[in-house]
């Protein structure tokens, strides 16, 4: 669906013609409360991350809409295409204990071992000692637009319209203070996202846990 088609879905439950412009705000913000909320197959990306340029540095930069990270980091060495397995993800706090020396002259570098997110960068420890090395990463994506009439497709309008129209109608319930329908369409959404997280979370599951038997 275009911004308008869904402003169009919307006024069949919300019948009034003087708030398209907060019907329109509602359901941008209905959308990233969605994408914050959820790691929704339709926001999934990969990406290989560039490593330190300089031998010493020992941070490198997220992608510009990164949202929430899906499993742990992957090392490559590019030297010789070889995967050196998985990073640990560790608080800040460990981080700054275990490699507290990397603000010194003499720290310690290696392989990387762990990591820890902060301030929209990856800390790396300890020290890598090698520029060759490249970091897999699965993400969800959340940079935001607003939602207008010709915006085309509304993200989560085509298969969970009804889901994203609940959310429009709790939000523009609560603005005019009709708390009674706000808390009806309230209950609908968190019913729909429920369901769309248990959708996505059954697509992407492995069979481990099926035990089949013979016959």
Known sequence: MDGATFLTYVKKKFMRTDKDAEIYQAT?????????????????EEAYIAGISTLGDYRISLPTDFGHLIGDISLIDTSDDSSLGELDKISKQEYDEQYGARLLTDYTDGVPQDYCIYGG??????VPDSVDYRYQINYTTEAYTEVAAATDPVPFSDRYRNYLRA?????MHD?????EESGYWRVKYAEGV???KKNDGDNIADNSGIMYSGV
């Open 175 to 179: 603005l005019l203070e009709n708390y």
């Open 28 to 44: 941008t913000d209905i959308i990233a409360d969605m994408r914050l909320n959820m790691r929704a197959e339709d926001f999934k």
């Open 167 to 171: 959310g429009v109608l709790m939000e």
């Open 121 to 126: 960068q990856i800390f790396l420890g300890p």
């Open 194 to 196: 429920s369901i769309i």
